[in-house]
Each structure stands twice: as structure tokens, then as C-alpha cells.
Nanobody, 127 residues
Framework: VQLQASGGGLVQAGESLTLSCAAS????????TGWFRQVPGKEREFVSA????????YYAEHVKGRFTISRDNDDNMVYLQMNSLRPEDTAVYYC?????????????????????WGQGTLVTVSS
């Protein structure tokens, strides 16, 4: 599975961005997909994830109510709608795919549970 993240950019605090993750490869739509972010000097942190069906979604506490994950399996796309952006949301955002099935939310919080990663897209939020 290959992943391509896009949609990052420079915005002001309070504005919105939508990140896209295009998946390709065999059974690409059958993977749970997560978004993580990382700033220099810090570990990669979980942002949001959705199961392969899109039936269940999970969010980190600091983005709940502001970010929304969605997927379109017909087009093998996963989106992260980010509203009310804050300067502390500034990071490189990565999408990742996990073949795990039937796990609860905490499974998706862990980067090592994802086998495939996109290249990252930079989001910069100015104050």
C-alpha cells in the first residue's frame, strides 16, 4: 500500500484546512487509516483514525470537536478536516495504514501498529 498525503499549507489561527490521503495498491481501502503529526524534537503523536469501513473514528483529546476524519473507499481517499486551527497544531502531518481489524480505539493510537506511511504534509498555523 502506498500513501500520499497532501493539503498542508500556511493558515492563520482560526482558519481551516483539509488534508487528503490517497491510498493505492492491493486492497488499499481495506486498511484502517490514521493521521499523526510530528514537530521537530518530539515524538510522532496520534491525531485521528478511522476503521476501514469508516464506521468508527477516533480522535486525540486536543483535536476533538475541531477535526473530522472521513473516508471515501470508492476513491481510496481519507480526509482530515481541520477547523479552528491553533498555532500548536503546527506540525508535519502523516497518514498511515493499518491492517488490524476488530480492534478498539487505543490500537489506533500507536504508530507501531501502522505498517504503511505517507511522506507527510506540513501544516503551519500562524498566530
Amino acid at each position: 500500500v502506498q500513501l500520499q498525503a497532501s493539503g498542508g499549507g500556511l493558515v492563520q489561527a482560526g482558519e481551516s484546512l483539509t488534508l487528503s490521503c490517497a491510498a493505492s495498491g492491493r486492497d488499499a481501502s481495506k486498511y484502517g487509516t490514521g493521521w499523526f503529526r510530528q514537530v521537530p524534537g518530539k515524538e510522532r503523536e496520534f491525531v485521528s483514525a478511522t476503521t476501514w469501513s469508516g464506521r468508527n473514528s477516533y480522535y486525540a483529546e486536543h483535536v476533538k470537536g475541531r477535526f473530522t476524519i472521513s473516508r471515501d473507499n470508492d476513491d481510496n481517499m481519507v480526509y482530515l478536516q481541520m477547523n479552528s486551527l491553533r498555532p500548536e497544531d503546527t506540525a508535519v502531518y502523516y497518514c498511515a495504514a493499518s491492517s488490524g481489524v476488530g480492534y478498539s480505539g487505543s490500537y489506533y493510537y500507536t504508530p507501531s501498529n501502522y505498517a504503511y506511511w505517507g511522506q507527510g504534509t506540513l501544516v503551519t498555523v500562524s498566530s
